[in-house]
T-cell receptor, first 112, second 116 residues
Framework: GDSVTQMEGPVTLSEEAFLTINCTYT??????LFWYVQYPGEGLQLLLK?????DKGSNKGFEATYRKETTSFHLEKGSVQVSDSAVYFC???????????FGQGTRLTINP | NAGVMQNPRHLVRRRGQEARLRCSPM?????VYWYRQLPEEGLKFMVY????????ESGMPKERFSAEFPKEGPSILRIQQVVRGDSAAYFC??????????????FGSGTRLTVV
């Protein structure tokens, strides 16, 4: 079945550092890919998405490129802030399916 | 637009009691999804409903769990005879309709169930 594997956390960085959180997936079809962010005590918020190969999703300085050849959707940000501290989830939705398959999440802590 | 509303935010039940979790989707959304998040884990799909219909319940435990989305009112996730292993955060998401897997979903803030 479909699955998503994320880089294990927790990840701790200093403010203004470069961030990469790795995400790879397995899917039978041509999935749409998502990154969600969960701040403490809150629900998930859609951060960015990509619906086909080579698409780049971007939002709030975060970017991720849909790489079909490596089945990856790594999240990157050039300069992180303390306010980026949260749990980040990579997810996919297979073509024609309505449900999301999530990775296990990566907890990110940014120190000032 | 109030977004996806879940209540209660926190729910404590003793073993053997029933838990009822409610979800009101965003205005104009007719599709509701329930997910469960165990501590330090990702979200796992439970059930997908449209008004008065269960479309996909492949993630629902076979016993004690049920879900509904009536014509009027919120969607309800019901857990009978709760056990400690049911302690988790339960999230509801909604979307406008079919073909929206490409658009992502809007999630509520969740209900955190603790079974004591």
């Amino acid at each position: 079945g479909d699955s998503v594997t994320q880089m294990e956390g927790p990840v701790t960085l200093s403010e203004e550092a470069f961030l990469t959180i790795n995400c790879t997936y397995t899917a039978t079809g041509y999935p749409s890919l998502f990154w969600y962010v969960q701040y403490p005590g809150e629900g998930l918020q859609l951060l960015l998405k990509a619906t086909k190969a080579d698409d780049k999703g971007s939002n709030k300085g975060f970017e991720a490129t849909y790489r079909k050849e490596t089945t990856s959707f790594h999240l990157e940000k050039g300069s992180v802030q303390v306010s980026d501290s949260a749990v980040y989830f990579c997810a996919l939705s297979d073509q024609g399916a309505q449900k999301l398959v999530f990775g296990q999440g990566t907890r990110l802590t940014i120190n000032p | 637009n109030a977004g996806v509303m879940q209540n209660p935010r926190h729910l404590v039940r003793r073993r053997g009691q029933e838990a009822r979790l409610r979800c009101s989707p965003m205005k104009g959304h007719s599709h509701v999804y329930w997910y469960r998040q165990l501590p330090e884990e990702g979200l796992k799909f439970m059930v997908y409903l449209q008004k008065e219909n269960i479309i996909d319940e492949s993630g629902m435990p076979k016993e004690r769990f049920s879900a509904e989305f009536p014509k009027e009112g919120p969607s309800i996730l019901r857990i009978q005879q709760v056990v400690r292993g049911d302690s988790a955060a339960y999230f509801c998401a909604s979307s406008p309709g079919t073909g929206n897997s490409q658009g992502g979903y809007t999630f509520g803030s969740g209900t955190r169930l603790t079974v004591v």
